[in-house]
Nanobody, 123 residues
Framework: QVQLVESGGGLVQAGGSLRLSCAAS????????MGWFRQAPGKEREFVAA????????SYADSVKGRFTISRDNAKNTVYLQMNSLKPEDTAVYYC????????????????WGQGTQVTVSS
């Protein structure tokens, strides 16, 4: 069982940066691939980024490639999402997720989810 708690969301102006953190409970964190997803009002949840259990593999949605960076610290049971050059269309609730495998863009691949953190980008 893994419990996930996101933090670091907030209000930022377009062009600014935020770093989201996701703290995981349990000693098996390092066995899981981790993903970040987001959901904007009136839209379906969408993939943002994923990282394999040993950080050897990362993947990104085209919409965030080159602006966002996913990383993890297995010693701290934490995964991060550094978000730079933020745009108003990045406004959403951001969710952290954990699951087996090497990291997937498919939400059903993840067994555990956090409650989400709100990111609002003003123009």
């Amino acid at each position: 069982q893994v419990q996930l708690v996101e933090s670091g969301g907030g209000l930022v102006q377009a062009g600014g940066s935020l770093r989201l953190s996701c703290a995981a409970s349990g000693r098996t964190f390092s066995r899981y691939a981790m993903g970040w997803f987001r959901q904007a009002p009136g839209k379906e949840r969408e993939f943002v980024a994923a990282i394999s259990w040993n950080a050897g593999s990362t993947s990104y949605a085209d919409s965030v490639k080159g602006r966002f960076t996913i990383s993890r610290d297995n010693a701290k049971n934490t995964v991060y999402l550094q978000m730079n050059s933020l745009k108003p269309e990045d406004t959403a609730v951001y969710y952290c997720s954990a699951g087996p495998g090497v990291g997937s863009s498919w939400s059903d691949a993840y067994a555990y989810w956090g409650q989400g953190t709100q990111v609002t980008v003003s123009s």
